[in-house]
Nanobody, 115 residues
Framework: QVQLVESGGGLVQPGGSLRLSCAAS????????MNWFRQAPGKQREFVAT???????NYADSVKGRFTISRDDAKNTMYLQMTSLKPEDTAVYYC?????????WGQGTQVTVSS
């Protein structure tokens, strides 16, 4: 059974940094494209970042230059390094994996950016 577990969220002041992790079981990350999404209360889920099997990243304009996505296939783990955090980054962050026609999601980790 595929399971994705996010961790690393918390409360941080504006301008601060956090590193989120997404650990997978039941499936290998190797050779697969993976994604981060986020959802704030009352808003739709939005794309944050994606990473290719070779490690290339692509980002939403709202986080470009501040967030960095990475992966460690040996550990079956994906990361999102977030810097220069803003209050508008406050959301539940989810990792996502597409396998054929199925989409797998973790339960999310809360990131709150506030003074």
């Amino acid at each position: 059974q595929v399971q994705l577990v996010e961790s690393g969220g918390g409360l941080v002041q504006p301008g601060g940094s956090l590193r989120l992790s997404c650990a997978a079981s039941g499936i290998n990350f190797r050779g697969r494209t993976m994604n981060w999404f986020r959802q704030a209360p009352g808003k739709q889920r939005e794309f944050v970042a994606t990473i290719t099997p070779g490690g290339g990243g692509n980002y939403a304009d709202s986080v470009k230059g501040r967030f960095t996505i990475s992966r460690d296939d040996a550990k079956n783990t994906m990361y999102l390094q977030m810097t220069s955090l803003k209050p508008e980054d406050t959301a539940v962050y989810y990792c996502n994996l597409l396998v054929s026609i199925s989409a797998y999601w973790g339960q999310g980790t809360q990131v709150t950016v506030s003074s």
